[in-house]
Nanobody
Framework: QVQLVESGGGLVQAGGSLRLSCAAS????????TGWFRQAPGKERECVAA????????YSADSVKGRFTISRDNAKNTVYLQMNTLKPEDTAVYYC????????????????????WGQGTQVTVSS
């Protein structure tokens, strides 16, 4: 079992930055691939970034490429999402998700790929 707790959300003006953190329980976090998803009102949950368990492979959605960066510190059991040049369309609840990938180097971008989810953190970007 893995428990995930997101933090770092808030209200920011367009063009600003935020860094989200996802703290995980457990002692083998490097075996878990992790993703950041977001869901805006009336829209489906979408993956914005994903990273393999040991951090060797990463993915960024086209909508955030060049602005968002995913990283992880397995010594701290934490995954980060650095969000720069934020836009009003980035407004959403952001969720962290994890799945045991047995130390593989794959990342996953579909909601059904993941077994564990955090409670979400609200990000609001004002124009």
């Amino acid at each position: 079992q893995v428990q995930l707790v997101e933090s770092g959300g808030g209200l920011v003006q367009a063009g600003g930055s935020l860094r989200l953190s996802c703290a995980a329980s457990g002692r083998t976090f490097s075996s878990y691939a992790t993703g950041w998803f977001r869901q805006a009102p009336g829209k489906e949950r979408e993956c914005v970034a994903a990273i393999s368990g040991r951090g060797r492979s990463t993915y960024s959605a086209d909508s955030v490429k060049g602005r968002f960066t995913i990283s992880r510190d397995n010594a701290k059991n934490t995954v980060y999402l650095q969000m720069n040049t934020l836009k009003p369309e980035d407004t959403a609840v952001y969720y962290c998700a994890a799945r045991n990938s047995l130390y593989g180097d794959n990342y996953y971008i579909r909601t059904y790929d993941y077994d564990y989810w955090g409670q979400g953190t609200q990000v609001t970007v004002s124009s």
